[in-house]
């Protein structure tokens, strides 16, 4: 269900404060990619990279960095939300034709969501602050979870996209035992 959403303009704001910074071209000789693919991975224009170039991309801008990449992250025991913007375990709520998706943020050792089994993020996505309750960052204001592309909505009415969305969130609930609620 729905797909790993990396997003490459993070990877370009770590790479410029590298010190010393790197470029895009530097970034494609060291990882076996093209400049072109850089700044289209960059531009968060599609999946132009393979995992293991994002992986090795990572690993270029440190160890922090790596872990943004869920598959990297510890497994330790800190606030994690699931990414995929059609994950059942988000609320979807919908004012006009804002789609807002509020992400399930909960403690846990796991490294994929239990609930559709895509990676878990520990951090914003943008800014790679640790993730806290709400739905966007308390640091940078970018929302956790993406509202649905087009392509998602698949030309639906977003106050009923999100209503089907909600119903789906609420048949699953009692389903998810295993997590600890937020006390916030
Ligand atoms: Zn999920
Ligand atoms: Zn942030």
Request: proline share 5%; charged share 25%; net charge neutral.
């Amino acid at each position: 269900m729905g797909r790993k959403r990396i997003r490459g303009s993070a990877f370009a704001r770590s790479r410029k404060r590298l010190v010393p910074p790197m470029t895009q071209r530097q970034v494609a000789d060291e990882i076996g990619a093209t400049q072109s693919q850089i700044s289209d991975f960059e531009n968060n224009t599609g999946n132009v990279l393979s995992a293991s170039k994002i992986e090795a991309y990572a690993k270029l801008l440190g160890s922090d960095f790596q872990e943004y990449l869920a598959g990297h992250a510890d497994q330790r025991d800190a606030l994690a939300f699931c990414n995929s913007t059609l994950c059942p375990s988000h609320e979807a709520l919908a004012n006009g034709k804002r789609i807002y998706i509020v992400p399930d943020i909960f403690h846990t050792k796991d490294t994929f969501c239990r609930c559709c089994g895509e990676p878990l993020y520990r951090t914003c996505i943008e800014c790679l602050s640790p993730v806290k309750p709400g739905r966007n960052c308390a640091e940078c204001g970018a929302f956790y979870v993406d509202p649905p592309s087009e392509e998602e909505l698949a030309g639906q009415d977003p106050m009923a996209w999100a209503a089907q969305q909600q119903r789906i969130h609420l048949a699953v609930l009692g389903s998810i035992q295993t997590r600890e609620e937020v006390q916030s």
